[in-house]
Structure formats: C-alpha cells, structure tokens
C-alpha cells in the first residue's frame, strides 16, 4: 500500500506561500511535525539562490534546527519547489538524498509554485516512492 503523509491545512498554505515568494527561484525548508504528518513548514534561504537547485543557507539551517529541537518539535522531512518544470525528484534531488538523508526516513516534499501542487516521496537508495499527499 502507499504511503501517506498528512498536512495540516496550514502547513500546505505556508509552504505554497513561501514557494511563491521566492520566485524565480527554488524555495527549501523543514517540514516539522510527527511521522507522517506535517504540522509546519520551516523555510530556509536556497544559498544556491536558482530556479534549479536548491542549497541550505548553513547558518539558517543550524538556527531553524536549533529552534525546532528548542521547541520540542520533530523535524519529520525537506520541502523545496520545482519553478520550472515537474514537481517530481530530480536527480540531483535524489543525490542529495542520499547524502542528507541516507536512511531514507525524511519525507521529501516538492512543490509546483505555479500549480499550487504538493507531492511527497520516499527517496532511499535511488529508488524514490510517491506518499499520497492528504489533508
Ligand atoms: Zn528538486
């Protein structure tokens, strides 16, 4: 069976919100909750500053974890949006997941500033799996 990933509706609003306020570049962030639901998005400045990569700015990385984990919260995956494009896993995000996240816990979330549309996916060793993305 799929996977499912749950977001609270506000959630899903900040992250598309932050997305679009950042174009025509990629947008990144935290998604801060509990396993497999989406409590809150947590935007980190793209160093990379590109519509097509993204980087976390390492200074806003270290502080946005710093206060996660002062608050008591979990961060449970990394969002970023596809300007251009579908909102599927490049292969540099795949890349990138396995560096970040080796063990395949995070969910990685990628967004279509344009269409508003959210999609989640599961990336361990290369293989990625789409989550359904509920509210
Ligand atoms: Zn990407």
Request: cysteine-free; aromatic content about 0%; hydrophobic content about 55%.
């Given at each position: 069976m799929r996977g499912v990933v749950r977001f609270a509706p506000r959630a899903r609003e900040q992250l598309i919100t932050h997305c679009r306020s950042v174009l025509p570049n990629e947008a990144c962030g935290y998604l801060v909750g509990d396993e497999e639901h989406v409590e809150r998005f947590v935007p980190v400045r793209n160093?990379?500053?590109s519509p097509s990569r993204f980087v976390l700015d390492v200074q806003e990385q270290l502080a946005a974890e710093h206060a996660i984990d002062a608050a008591g919260e979990t961060i449970v995956g990394i969002a970023h949006s596809h300007?251009?494009?579908?909102n599927y896993p490049s292969q540099i995000d795949v890349e990138d997941a396995r560096r970040f996240d080796p063990s395949g816990a995070w969910v990685h979330v990628v967004v279509s500033p344009a269409t508003g549309s959210v999609r989640a996916f599961r990336i361990l060793d290369g293989d990625v799996e789409e989550l359904s993305a509920q509210p």
């Open positions: 160093a990379a500053a300007p251009i494009g579908d």
